[in-house]
């Protein structure tokens, strides 16, 4: 019961953020010039990928290595933002929350993987920012709060359901004894 809990309170932490995020961003972009007549993604774009499913019948499985790819193409990003001498906008942040989202719907099935995850989402395109350009405090902060907020409940829904014995896994002997050799 704890173990759900905590999985639902992540996504709704997840959720919400995004609902806020996606609403500033959407705002932004028809505010800049030009806004309206260029194609977009809304971060609640790819947290569909739990619904797409090639085959009926088939599970989740394909989403994992999908949003092991993506979190790569991340982390390549804030690498390149990093060293770049270009200004960056707000590509990155962007990114963080569409893929958070889309690894957070991901964690209502994968629980474990989808906390590791978002704890790299987090933490990893903040922490090469501050060390390619010496910021301490930047908006990645900000939007990588939420992904290791969630992530830690996810990783804790885990390892508490984990922790839990499987039924099936154990052999009742009776009376405590060893079963004897025959």
Not at 22 to 45: H, L, M, Q, V, Y
Request: charged residues 10%.
């Amino acid at each position: 019961m704890t173990a759900r809990l905590l999985k639902w309170a992540g996504f709704a932490l997840m959720a919400l953020s995004t609902l806020i995020a996606g609403i500033f961003i959407i705002g932004e972009t028809f505010a800049d010039p030009g806004g309206g007549r260029r194609p977009g993604w809304s971060p609640g774009g790819l947290s569909r990928s739990r619904r797409l499913r090639p085959w009926p019948g088939t599970g989740p499985g394909w989403a994992v290595p999908v949003c092991v790819a993506l979190t790569g193409v991340l982390i390549g990003t804030s690498i390149w933002f990093a060293v770049s001498p270009r200004g960056k906008g707000p590509t990155e942040a962007i990114f963080i929350f569409a893929l958070a989202a889309a690894v957070a719907v991901l964690g209502l099935q994968r629980t474990g993987v989808a906390g590791v995850l978002l704890l790299v989402v987090g933490v990893v395109p903040f922490l090469v920012s501050s060390l390619g350009r010496g910021h301490v405090l930047s908006s990645l902060a900000v939007v990588g709060f939420v992904p290791i907020v969630t992530g830690i409940l996810y990783l804790l829904s885990a390892r508490i359901k984990g922790g839990q014995p499987a039924s099936s896994a154990r052999t009742n002997t009776g009376s405590g004894e060893l079963p004897k050799a025959a």
